[in-house]
């Protein structure tokens, strides 16, 4: 079992940050989380191209590129695997895997059930190390079908997925039936009406993501602060210092602003 994989198995469910980009992501890291994911919302609106088109492999590559060798652990959210052909999913997925993934999470969007499958086993015939959340959007973008969210979960499972994922599913019943009823681990969306992380503990769930909620987050302290600023406030809440953010030994960074104080 990878590093990655144990995480799944711990005393406590894997609290997952998602980011959008190197200080996003580093930043999360040196909260003392020891694995962090991406968030294709967050990827795609920062590069202004359409979530859940199939339109941000190439931005979701670099970033895994530019996020891979850092110390942490790294699951990259990939959509659907950005094409329907299950052997370019499995390429793609090898890619991530190269540059230092290893984790992917992959949505169905409600498709075809074998069409999923079969990208799942072709990521774990591609890259038998990364470690699949297959995801299903049956309370996403569904209604929410028990029986639909079994036969697809099931099937998952089946194709080789190392965990499910059900984003939209916040009922502590039916996540703890669903908990029963799987081989893996099952993973759901953080909703702050939802149940709190400690609760879903409770209820056997075993990894908890963010999604776009931090980017969303962000985007919104940004407008409370410039609407601060604008009224003649000073802005409320956390800013994190330049030195901070600006990575060391880059323009800008540390060395520069030691080279030339005049300008910080």
């Given at each position: 079992m990878t590093a990655f994989a144990d995480l799944h198995h711990a005393d406590e469910p894997l609290l997952l940050p998602n980011a959008w980009d190197h200080a996003s992501a580093t930043a999360l890291a040196a909260q003392g989380f020891p694995a962090v994911a991406t968030t294709s919302l967050g990827v795609a609106a920062a590069a202004g191209l359409p979530d859940g088109a199939s339109a941000t492999g190439d931005e979701t590559l670099r970033l895994a590129l530019v996020l891979g060798s850092e110390p942490?652990?790294?699951?990259?959210?990939?959509?659907?695997?950005?094409?329907?052909?299950?052997?370019?999913?499995?390429?793609?997925?090898?890619?991530?895997?190269?540059?230092?993934?290893?984790?992917?999470?992959?949505?169905?969007?409600?498709?075809?059930?074998?069409?999923?499958?079969?990208?799942?086993?072709?990521?774990?015939?591609?890259?038998?190390?990364?470690?699949?959340?297959?995801?299903?959007?049956?309370?996403?973008?569904?209604?929410?079908?028990?029986?639909?969210?079994?036969?697809?979960?099931?099937?998952?499972?089946?194709?080789?997925?190392?965990?499910?994922?059900?984003?939209?599913?916040?009922?502590?019943?039916?996540?703890?039936?669903?908990?029963?009823?799987?081989?893996?681990?099952?993973?759901?969306?953080?909703?702050?009406?939802?149940?709190?992380?400690?609760?879903?503990?409770?209820?056997?769930?075993?990894?908890?993501?963010?999604?776009?909620?931090?980017?969303r987050r962000a985007l919104g302290a940004a407008l409370e602060a410039v609407a601060d600023i604008r009224a003649g406030r000073t802005p409320r809440g956390r800013t994190p210092a330049y030195a901070d953010v600006a990575p060391a030994g880059r323009p800008g960074g540390p060395s520069h602003r030691a080279a030339h104080p005049e300008t910080w």
């Open positions: 942490f652990l790294l699951s990259v959210d990939a959509e659907g695997g950005f094409s329907d052909d299950p052997d370019e999913v499995g390429e793609f997925a090898r890619q991530l895997a190269v540059v230092g993934a290893v984790g992917v999470n992959l949505e169905d969007g409600l498709g075809p059930v074998r069409r999923h499958a079969a990208k799942i086993a072709a990521v774990k015939a591609a890259a038998p190390g990364l470690f699949v959340n297959a995801r299903t959007d049956t309370h996403w973008l569904g209604e929410g079908d028990g029986e639909d969210t079994l036969r697809r979960l099931d099937a998952y499972q089946e194709a080789g997925a190392d965990g499910v994922f059900v984003p939209g599913l916040t009922d502590p019943r039916r996540i703890a039936a669903l908990v029963r009823h799987l081989d893996v681990p099952l993973n759901v969306l953080y909703s702050p009406d939802g149940p709190a992380v400690p609760h879903l503990a409770d209820l056997g769930v075993r990894r908890v993501s963010l999604g776009s909620l931090l980017y």
